[in-house]
């Protein structure tokens, strides 16, 4: 099925740790992005991309990078994990008909 | 930048019942998403809302735009478990969806 893969689903990191959340979507859009969920806080983006090649921050991007090397994958590097950091992550491409999102990533940094 | 604000936060609500949901903007409403999320799942989309007075529904939920009033609300007809989840309501901004911070909606048998 066309739609927005992420992976993992969970993860647990300890603080300081690295790690890349991937996100690949099959529709051909150009344009992704990363969302981060908090509780009270509702959706907050961090990055996004409106093609391979260009990046650029959202609301929340610090602590995070990202890249685009092709039209399919928008990676999400955090360098450093902080507590601050546990959230649900969410990939969204945006196509003629609206966005899609993945199914998240629920990421706990102890 | 524009906000906006769900009504209520948490909602409860017995099956068979019917309920709505209310999303307010802080500036003109030319667009609106909705989306439902359950836990351990992405969001879902329900319904896009493209002009002022614009009306559609899906099964037995129903959305409006009131642009005058620079609100949005959702309607459930004849509430079911199926239904449970949290609704967030979105708008277009400067390459970004804006959302709302959502209502958690709880069917109660």
């Known amino acids: 099925n066309a739609g927005v893969t992420q992976t993992p689903k969970f993860q647990v990191l300890k603080t300081g740790q690295s790690m890349t959340l991937q996100c690949a979507q099959d529709?051909?859009?150009?344009?992704m992005s990363w969302y981060r969920q908090d509780p009270g806080m509702g959706l907050r983006l961090i990055h996004y991309?409106?093609?391979?090649?260009?990046?650029d921050q959202g609301e929340v991007p610090n602590g995070y990078n990202v890249s685009r090397s092709t039209t399919e994958d928008f990676p999400l590097r955090l360098l450093s994990a902080a507590p601050s950091q546990t959230s649900v992550y969410f990939c969204?491409?945006?196509?003629?008909?609206?966005?899609?999102f993945g199914s998240g990533t629920r990421l706990t940094v102890v | 930048s524009q906000e906006l604000e769900q009504s209520p936060q948490s909602l409860i609500v017995q099956e068979g019942k019917n309920l709505t949901i209310n999303c307010t903007s802080s500036?003109?409403?030319?667009?609106l998403y909705w989306y439902k999320q359950k836990y351990g799942e992405g969001l879902i989309f329900l319904m896009m809302l493209q002009k002022g007075g614009e009306e559609k529904s899906h099964e037995k939920i129903t959305a409006k735009l009131d642009e005058k009033k620079q609100q949005s609300s959702l309607h459930i007809t004849a509430s079911q478990p199926s239904h449970a989840g949290i609704y967030l309501c979105?708008?277009?901004?400067?390459?970004?969806?804006?959302f709302g911070q959502g209502t958690r909606l709880t069917i109660n048998p």
């Open positions: 979105g708008v277009l901004g400067a390459q970004k969806l804006v």
């Open positions: 500036k003109t409403l030319y667009g």
């Open positions: 969204a491409s945006k196509g003629f008909y609206g966005y899609t």
């Open positions: 529709m051909n859009h150009e344009y």
């Open positions: 991309s409106v093609g391979a090649g260009i990046t």
